[in-house]
């Protein structure tokens, strides 16, 4: 079973930045990669961005330039800059711990190699 503890969230003022950061605990497995999903009101969960143990990264097309995804292995946790904010980024940002890479990969997932944090609530808003 793989804990996941996210902060980081917030409000802020359009234009701004913000940190989260997602910590996973894992005790004799390596975790493959970890990303950041958002998923705002009436909509979908999207991906973020992503990151595997071997430093690999992966983007939402139209997030790419303004967020930037980075790893520290020796404490399995990852970190979600966001720069220059629009209210349309307003979502819950999920963190997930893709253990064996089915997620990372595109093929099926399953609960015990596939996890998720509680959220955290980012508001971009004057």
């Known amino acids: 079973q793989v804990q996941i503890v996210e902060s980081g969230g917030g409000l802020v003022q359009p234009g701004g930045s913000l940190t989260l950061s997602c910590a996973a605990s894992?005790?004799?497995?390596?975790?493959?990669?970890m990303g950041w999903y958002r998923q705002g009101a009436g909509e979908q969960r999207e991906l973020v961005a992503a990151?595997?143990?071997?430093?690999?990264?992966n983007y939402q097309e139209s997030l790419e330039g303004r967020f930037f995804i980075s790893r520290d292995d020796d404490r399995n946790t990852a970190l979600l800059r966001m720069n220059d904010l629009k209210p349309e980024d307003t979502a819950v940002y999920y963190c997930?711990?893709?253990?064996?890479?089915?997620?990372?990969?595109?093929?099926?997932?399953?609960?015990?190699?596939?996890?998720w944090g509680q959220g955290t609530q980012v508001t971009v808003s004057s």
């Open positions: 997930n711990a893709d253990v064996n890479g089915a997620r990372w990969y595109g093929a099926r997932t399953d609960p015990g190699s596939d996890y």
């Open positions: 990151i595997t143990k071997h430093g690999y990264t």
């Open positions: 894992e005790i004799g497995r390596s975790i493959f990669a």
